[in-house]
C-alpha cells in the first residue's frame, strides 16, 4: 500500500469532519490498514476532574483508527475556549509552533500507511497569526478532502472551499457530503445533485450516523458506513 495523508476540512463548522473522518479510519484500519491520525489544534475542550482538557476530537479519532499513539502526540496543542486556534491561544497565553505541527505531520506520514490530518473549522481558520489551515496544508504537502455539511447554504460554501483551494494551488483529494439530520429537508434532498454538476461526483455521501460514541458497536457501524458510503479506493491510494 502506498502511504497516503491529507487534511480533512470542513466548508463551515458542524459539518462532521470528525464523523467522516473517523469513518475513514475505522474502514481502512478494518482493512488492514495502519493508520494514523493528527488533530494538532482542538479548542472547546472540557476539563476532567483532574482539570486535564480532554480533546474528544482527537480521543475518536484515536480510538476509530485503532491509533496507539499518545493523546499528546496526536492534539498537542488544546483550548477551553471554542475559538479559532489562534485566538484561543493567544487568550490562554500560549503560541502555537506551526513547524512543529508540519514535522509531526510528516513523521507520522513516514510511520503509516494512512495518515488523517484533522482541522479545526475551516480552510481558513488561523492556527496562529496569520497561518491558516490552507497554509499548513501547503506546508505538510498535503491534499484536502472538503466536507460539505447537507443542509441549505453548502453549495456556496463548498464553491468557496473549492475554489479557494484551486486558485492557491491546493490539490483536493475529493469532497464528501455529510449527512446531518435523520430525515433530509428539501436543500439537503437538492444540494446533492447540484453539487456534483458543479464540482463534479462526489467521494461519497455520508449517512446520518446519530451519536458518536468510543463503542466497539458504533467503530463496526462507522466502518461499515465508509466502507459502503465512501470511496475508500481513492482515499486510501
Not at 488561523?126 to 497561518?131: F, N, V
Not at 430525515?183 to 462526489?202: E, F, M, Q, S
Request: with cysteine; hydrophobic share 45%; charged share 20%.
Amino acid at each position: 500500500m502506498l502511504q497516503r495523508s491529507f487534511l480533512v476540512t470542513g466548508t463551515d463548522t458542524g459539518v462532521g469532519k470528525t464523523t467522516v473522518a473517523c469513518a475513514i479510519a475505522a474502514a481502512a484500519a478494518a482493512r488492514g490498514c495502519r493508520v494514523g491520525v493528527l488533530k494538532p489544534l482542538e479548542t472547546g475542550c472540557r476539563p476532567d476532574p483532574r482539570g486535564v482538557l480532554i480533546p474528544e476530537d482527537a480521543e475518536n479519532l484515536r480510538y476509530f483508527s485503532g491509533c496507539r499513539e499518545s493523546i499528546d502526540a496526536v492534539c498537542p496543542y488544546r483550548f477551553a475556549e471554542p475559538l479559532a486556534p489562534s485566538v484561543a491561544a493567544l487568550r490562554d497565553g500560549h503560541e502555537i509552533e506551526v513547524d512543529a505541527i508540519v514535522d509531526r505531520i510528516k513523521d507520522f506520514r513516514r510511520r503509516f500507511d494512512l495518515t488523517i490530518v484533522e482541522g479545526a473549522g475551516g480552510l481558513l481558520v488561523p492556527i496562529w497569526q496569520d497561518t491558516t489551515f490552507a497554509d499548513l496544508a501547503d506546508q505538510a504537502e498535503l491534499p484536502l478532502l472538503i466536507v460539505v455539511g447537507n443542509k441549505l447554504g453548502a453549495i456556496n460554501h463548498a464553491q468557496l472551499t473549492a475554489g479557494w483551494a484551486r486558485a492557491v494551488g491546493l490539490e483536493t483529494v475529493g469532497y464528501v457530503v455529510n449527512s446531518l439530520q435523520e430525515k433530509d429537508d428539501l436543500a439537503a434532498r437538492t444540494n446533492i445533485d447540484v453539487l456534483a454538476d458543479l464540482l463534479g461526483p462526489p467521494l461519497g455521501i455520508m449517512p446520518w450516523m446519530g451519536p458518536i460514541t468510543r463503542t466497539p458497536e458504533v467503530r463496526t457501524k462507522l466502518a461499515a458506513a465508509g466502507a459502503h458510503s465512501l470511496a475508500m479506493s481513492a482515499l486510501m491510494g
